[in-house]
């Protein structure tokens, strides 16, 4: 008889803990963001940089040249470029910000996708998807 009550207050510890979790992958669900389609855009690699230079172009093109800092991984930092596109989403505290707000010296984050990357100097970064100015003041 003692054996039927330890197996039922099993079964009933098994079976409450099965519930719960259910409840709480359902209740989970329901509140999930769905954002795909930002998660792809930050999806990435992100590495910390100063602008070295910014360049336009005579047809209107801007190109940013910048430096690694010494706190990123040992492959960011050297020198990089990139062509500035309207597809980049440029941000200073959560703010968008145009081309002009970026100057030589400003120390940045920069989030690309490209899968492989150049062994030449500066290293072209050909699919940038975010820049975010780090400064304390624009």
Known sequence: MKNKKRIGI???????????????LWIGRQNVVNN??????IYGQTFYATIESVKQYNDGRFHINVKGL????????????????????????GEKI????????????????DEILND???????EVVKVQLLNEKR
């Open 120 to 126: 030449i100097s500066p290293t072209p970064l050909n």
């Open 36 to 41: 795909d389609l930002a998660f792809s855009r």
């Open 10 to 24: 099993l079964v009933g510890i098994v079976l409450c803990i099965g519930i719960g979790f259910g409840i709480g």
């Open 70 to 93: 010494e706190v990123n991984d040992i492959n960011y930092r050297g020198n990089f470029t990139f062509a500035v596109t309207d597809t980049i989403e440029m941000t200073w505290r």
């Open 98 to 113: 145009d081309i002009s707000d970026l100057q030589e010296g400003d120390r940045i984050s920069i989030t690309f996708t």
